[in-house]
Protein backbone atom coordinates (compact mmCIF):
# COMPACT_ATOMS: atom_id res chain seq x y z
CA UNK A 1 0.00 0.00 0.00
CA UNK A 2 0.93 3.47 -0.39
CA UNK A 3 2.12 5.29 2.40
CA UNK A 4 0.32 8.92 3.35
CA UNK A 5 2.11 11.43 5.42
CA UNK A 6 -0.51 12.67 8.43
CA UNK A 7 -2.11 15.96 7.55
CA UNK A 8 -1.08 17.41 10.96
CA UNK A 9 2.31 15.80 10.91
CA UNK A 10 4.04 18.84 8.96
CA UNK A 11 2.90 21.61 11.56
CA UNK A 12 4.99 23.35 13.14
CA UNK A 13 6.23 22.55 16.53
CA UNK A 14 5.51 25.09 19.35
CA UNK A 15 6.78 25.09 22.79
CA UNK A 16 5.27 24.70 26.00
CA UNK A 17 3.26 21.69 27.97
CA UNK A 18 -0.46 22.15 25.82
CA UNK A 19 1.67 22.12 22.65
CA UNK A 20 3.48 19.25 23.25
CA UNK A 21 0.39 17.49 24.30
CA UNK A 22 -1.06 18.30 20.50
CA UNK A 23 2.25 17.30 19.61
CA UNK A 24 2.06 13.88 20.91
CA UNK A 25 -1.46 13.00 19.32
CA UNK A 26 -0.03 13.55 16.37
CA UNK A 27 1.47 10.41 16.31
CA UNK A 28 0.24 7.66 14.55
CA UNK A 29 -1.60 5.14 17.09
CA UNK A 30 -1.77 2.11 14.78
CA UNK A 31 1.41 0.01 13.22
CA UNK A 32 2.62 0.40 9.54
CA UNK A 33 1.10 -2.49 7.04
CA UNK A 34 4.02 -5.20 6.80
CA UNK A 35 3.94 -9.00 6.86
CA UNK A 36 3.78 -9.12 10.27
CA UNK A 37 0.73 -6.90 10.76
CA UNK A 38 -1.33 -9.57 8.28
CA UNK A 39 -0.10 -12.55 9.82
CA UNK A 40 -0.62 -11.70 13.45
CA UNK A 41 -4.11 -10.30 12.41
CA UNK A 42 -5.15 -13.97 10.88
CA UNK A 43 -4.04 -15.23 13.92
CA UNK A 44 -6.05 -13.27 15.46
CA UNK A 45 -9.21 -13.89 13.72
CA UNK A 46 -8.37 -17.90 14.27
CA UNK A 47 -8.20 -17.20 17.91
CA UNK A 48 -11.08 -15.01 17.67
CA UNK A 49 -13.49 -17.86 16.58
CA UNK A 50 -11.89 -20.48 18.73
CA UNK A 51 -11.86 -18.53 21.77
CA UNK A 52 -15.43 -17.50 21.25
CA UNK A 53 -15.93 -21.34 21.46
CA UNK A 54 -14.12 -22.43 24.24
CA UNK A 55 -15.93 -19.73 26.46
CA UNK A 56 -18.87 -20.43 25.25
CA UNK A 57 -18.17 -24.35 26.25
CA UNK A 58 -16.08 -24.63 29.06
CA UNK A 59 -16.93 -21.55 30.86
CA UNK A 60 -20.78 -21.91 31.53
CA UNK A 61 -21.47 -18.46 31.22
CA UNK A 62 -23.44 -19.19 27.87
CA UNK A 63 -23.60 -16.73 24.78
CA UNK A 64 -24.67 -13.76 26.96
CA UNK A 65 -22.84 -14.12 29.83
CA UNK A 66 -19.45 -14.54 27.66
CA UNK A 67 -20.17 -11.45 25.19
CA UNK A 68 -21.11 -8.92 27.94
CA UNK A 69 -17.50 -10.17 29.73
CA UNK A 70 -15.88 -10.18 26.84
CA UNK A 71 -17.54 -6.62 25.78
CA UNK A 72 -16.10 -5.17 29.24
CA UNK A 73 -12.95 -6.24 28.95
CA UNK A 74 -12.37 -4.83 25.86
CA UNK A 75 -13.57 -1.33 26.55
CA UNK A 76 -11.09 -1.46 29.50
CA UNK A 77 -8.37 -2.13 26.99
CA UNK A 78 -9.53 0.13 24.81
CA UNK A 79 -10.28 3.12 26.77
CA UNK A 80 -6.07 1.97 27.54
CA UNK A 81 -5.50 2.15 23.84
CA UNK A 82 -6.84 5.53 23.66
CA UNK A 83 -5.28 6.83 26.43
CA UNK A 84 -1.51 5.86 24.98
CA UNK A 85 0.47 8.57 23.22
CA UNK A 86 1.50 6.06 20.24
CA UNK A 87 1.35 2.98 18.70
CA UNK A 88 2.19 0.41 21.35
CA UNK A 89 2.05 -3.31 20.35
CA UNK A 90 1.01 -4.96 23.15
CA UNK A 91 -1.99 -2.93 23.61
CA UNK A 92 -2.75 -2.29 20.22
CA UNK A 93 -2.63 -6.60 19.52
CA UNK A 94 -4.74 -7.32 22.85
CA UNK A 95 -7.37 -4.75 21.29
CA UNK A 96 -7.20 -6.35 18.09
CA UNK A 97 -7.60 -9.98 19.73
CA UNK A 98 -10.47 -8.72 21.70
CA UNK A 99 -12.42 -7.05 19.30
CA UNK A 100 -12.26 -10.63 17.56
CA UNK A 101 -13.77 -12.70 20.00
CA UNK A 102 -16.53 -9.47 20.65
CA UNK A 103 -17.30 -9.30 16.40
CA UNK A 104 -17.53 -12.77 16.73
CA UNK A 105 -19.85 -13.10 19.31
CA UNK A 106 -21.99 -10.54 18.04
CA UNK A 107 -22.38 -12.12 14.90
CA UNK A 108 -23.04 -15.41 16.92
CA UNK A 109 -25.71 -13.91 19.32
CA UNK A 110 -27.58 -12.99 16.51
CA UNK A 111 -27.74 -16.00 14.36
CA UNK A 112 -28.10 -18.40 17.75
CA UNK A 113 -29.69 -16.26 20.41
CA UNK A 114 -32.08 -14.19 18.02
CA UNK A 115 -32.81 -16.76 15.09
CA UNK A 116 -31.61 -13.81 12.58
CA UNK A 117 -30.88 -15.10 9.13
CA UNK A 118 -27.53 -15.19 8.31
CA UNK A 119 -28.38 -13.50 5.07
CA UNK A 120 -29.70 -10.54 6.61
CA UNK A 121 -27.08 -10.13 9.45
CA UNK A 122 -24.64 -9.93 6.56
CA UNK A 123 -26.45 -7.48 5.17
CA UNK A 124 -27.18 -4.87 7.76
CA UNK A 125 -23.14 -5.55 8.55
CA UNK A 126 -22.19 -4.49 5.60
CA UNK A 127 -24.49 -1.12 5.81
CA UNK A 128 -23.08 -0.41 9.11
CA UNK A 129 -19.67 -0.55 8.21
CA UNK A 130 -20.53 1.44 4.94
CA UNK A 131 -22.30 4.07 6.89
CA UNK A 132 -18.95 4.02 9.20
CA UNK A 133 -16.30 4.96 6.17
CA UNK A 134 -18.83 7.46 4.62
CA UNK A 135 -19.37 9.00 8.19
CA UNK A 136 -15.66 9.17 8.68
CA UNK A 137 -14.60 10.27 5.21
CA UNK A 138 -17.09 12.84 5.51
CA UNK A 139 -15.73 14.24 8.99
CA UNK A 140 -12.26 13.68 7.98
CA UNK A 141 -11.73 13.83 4.17
CA UNK A 142 -9.70 10.18 4.18
CA UNK A 143 -9.92 6.81 5.49
CA UNK A 144 -6.24 6.34 5.68
CA UNK A 145 -4.81 4.30 8.20
CA UNK A 146 -1.49 5.80 8.28
CA UNK A 147 -2.81 8.93 9.73
CA UNK A 148 -4.50 7.42 12.85
CA UNK A 149 -3.54 10.62 14.44
CA UNK A 150 -6.67 11.94 16.38
CA UNK A 151 -9.20 10.81 18.72
CA UNK A 152 -11.70 10.94 16.04
CA UNK A 153 -10.32 8.99 13.68
CA UNK A 154 -9.24 6.66 16.17
CA UNK A 155 -12.63 6.49 17.13
CA UNK A 156 -13.84 5.66 13.38
CA UNK A 157 -11.02 3.17 13.00
CA UNK A 158 -11.85 0.92 16.12
CA UNK A 159 -15.28 0.98 15.17
CA UNK A 160 -14.55 -0.19 11.66
CA UNK A 161 -12.53 -3.20 13.09
CA UNK A 162 -15.74 -3.73 15.12
CA UNK A 163 -17.80 -4.06 12.04
CA UNK A 164 -15.26 -6.00 9.81
CA UNK A 165 -15.28 -8.52 12.44
CA UNK A 166 -19.12 -9.06 12.75
CA UNK A 167 -19.37 -8.80 8.94
CA UNK A 168 -17.01 -11.36 7.82
CA UNK A 169 -17.78 -13.66 10.50
CA UNK A 170 -21.53 -13.88 9.19
CA UNK A 171 -20.14 -13.24 5.45
CA UNK A 172 -18.12 -16.77 6.34
CA UNK A 173 -20.54 -18.55 7.87
CA UNK A 174 -23.22 -17.86 5.20
CA UNK A 175 -20.43 -18.75 2.24
CA UNK A 176 -20.08 -22.24 4.64
CA UNK A 177 -23.24 -23.17 4.93
CA UNK A 178 -24.60 -22.25 1.10
CA UNK A 179 -21.18 -23.81 -0.23
CA UNK A 180 -20.63 -26.60 2.34
CA UNK A 181 -17.06 -26.49 1.26
CA UNK A 182 -15.88 -27.51 4.60
CA UNK A 183 -13.05 -25.92 6.34
CA UNK A 184 -10.08 -26.74 4.96
CA UNK A 185 -11.52 -25.45 1.17
CA UNK A 186 -13.05 -22.49 2.66
CA UNK A 187 -9.65 -21.44 4.05
CA UNK A 188 -8.23 -22.05 0.14
CA UNK A 189 -11.52 -19.90 -1.25
CA UNK A 190 -10.74 -16.76 1.18
CA UNK A 191 -7.04 -17.11 0.94
CA UNK A 192 -7.72 -16.84 -3.09
CA UNK A 193 -10.07 -14.06 -2.60
CA UNK A 194 -7.44 -12.21 -0.70
CA UNK A 195 -5.01 -13.29 -3.13
CA UNK A 196 -7.19 -11.38 -6.15
CA UNK A 197 -7.55 -7.98 -3.83
CA UNK A 198 -3.34 -8.07 -3.63
CA UNK A 199 -3.39 -8.54 -7.58
CA UNK A 200 -6.15 -6.22 -8.05
CA UNK A 201 -3.85 -3.46 -5.75
CA UNK A 202 -0.65 -4.23 -7.21
CA UNK A 203 -1.25 -5.04 -10.97
CA UNK A 204 -4.46 -3.18 -11.67
CA UNK A 205 -3.95 -0.38 -9.35
CA UNK A 206 -7.04 -0.62 -6.84
CA UNK A 207 -6.84 2.14 -4.36
CA UNK A 208 -4.86 1.46 -1.18
CA UNK A 209 -7.56 2.13 1.48
CA UNK A 210 -9.67 -0.06 -0.28
CA UNK A 211 -7.32 -2.87 -0.76
CA UNK A 212 -6.55 -2.65 2.77
CA UNK A 213 -9.83 -2.61 4.06
CA UNK A 214 -11.35 -5.54 1.91
CA UNK A 215 -8.33 -7.67 2.38
CA UNK A 216 -9.20 -6.52 6.45
CA UNK A 217 -12.72 -8.52 6.23
CA UNK A 218 -11.06 -11.42 4.48
CA UNK A 219 -8.71 -12.27 7.10
CA UNK A 220 -12.04 -13.13 9.30
CA UNK A 221 -13.73 -15.91 7.74
CA UNK A 222 -9.96 -17.29 6.69
CA UNK A 223 -9.01 -17.16 10.11
CA UNK A 224 -11.96 -18.71 11.43
CA UNK A 225 -11.99 -21.34 8.74
CA UNK A 226 -8.19 -22.43 9.98
CA UNK A 227 -9.16 -22.09 13.25
CA UNK A 228 -12.01 -24.36 13.06
CA UNK A 229 -10.30 -26.94 10.45
CA UNK A 230 -7.71 -27.38 13.38
CA UNK A 231 -10.14 -27.48 16.31
CA UNK A 232 -13.03 -29.36 14.86
CA UNK A 233 -13.27 -33.37 15.40
CA UNK A 234 -11.92 -35.24 12.91
CA UNK A 235 -15.86 -36.41 12.33
CA UNK A 236 -16.87 -33.21 11.16
CA UNK A 237 -13.59 -32.34 8.57
CA UNK A 238 -11.15 -31.14 10.88
CA UNK A 239 -7.59 -31.97 12.84
CA UNK A 240 -9.30 -33.04 16.20
CA UNK A 241 -6.83 -30.14 17.78
CA UNK A 242 -9.46 -28.99 20.30
CA UNK A 243 -10.24 -25.49 21.33
CA UNK A 244 -8.06 -25.21 24.21
CA UNK A 245 -4.75 -26.33 22.17
CA UNK A 246 -5.77 -24.45 19.00
CA UNK A 247 -6.22 -20.97 21.33
CA UNK A 248 -3.17 -21.32 23.61
CA UNK A 249 -1.35 -22.22 20.62
CA UNK A 250 -1.64 -19.45 18.11
CA UNK A 251 -1.71 -16.73 21.33
CA UNK A 252 1.54 -18.48 22.25
CA UNK A 253 2.51 -17.43 18.29
CA UNK A 254 0.75 -13.72 18.81
CA UNK A 255 2.49 -13.17 21.63
CA UNK A 256 5.47 -14.16 20.45
CA UNK A 257 5.52 -11.65 17.28
CA UNK A 258 4.01 -8.72 19.55
CA UNK A 259 6.61 -8.69 21.76
CA UNK A 260 9.56 -8.73 19.34
CA UNK A 261 7.68 -6.12 17.68
CA UNK A 262 7.60 -4.18 20.70
CA UNK A 263 11.56 -4.65 20.59
CA UNK A 264 12.55 -4.38 17.23
CA UNK A 265 9.64 -1.28 16.77
CA UNK A 266 9.59 -2.52 12.94
CA UNK A 267 6.03 -2.06 12.19
CA UNK A 268 6.33 1.59 13.74
CA UNK A 269 5.40 4.62 11.29
CA UNK A 270 8.85 5.55 9.75
CA UNK A 271 9.28 8.78 11.13
CA UNK A 272 8.38 7.60 15.14
CA UNK A 273 11.14 4.65 14.36
CA UNK A 274 13.62 6.83 16.11
CA UNK A 275 12.07 7.83 18.81
CA UNK A 276 12.63 5.73 22.13
CA UNK A 277 11.16 5.32 25.09
CA UNK A 278 12.84 7.28 28.44
CA UNK A 279 11.02 6.46 30.75
Same mark, same amino acid.
Given at each position: ?46 ? *??? /?? &? !??? #???? $? %?????? =? +? ?97 ? *??? /?? &? !??? #???? $? %?????? =? +? ?90
Amino acid at each position: MTHETSETSAAPVADGPAARARQRLRRNKVPEITVYFWIIKVLCTTV *GET /AA &D !LLN #EKAG $L %GLTGVS =V +LMSALLAVVLVVQFRTSAYRAGVYWLAVALISVVGTLISDNLTDNMGVPLELSTTVFALVLAVVFVVWYRRERTLSIHSIDTTSRESFYWLAVLFTFAL *GTA /AG &D !LVS #ERMD $L %GYWLSA =V +LFALAIAAVAVAHFALGLNAVWSFWIAYILTRPLGASIGDYLSQPTGDGGLGLGTVITSVLFLAVILGLVVYLGVTRKDVTAPERATRHTA
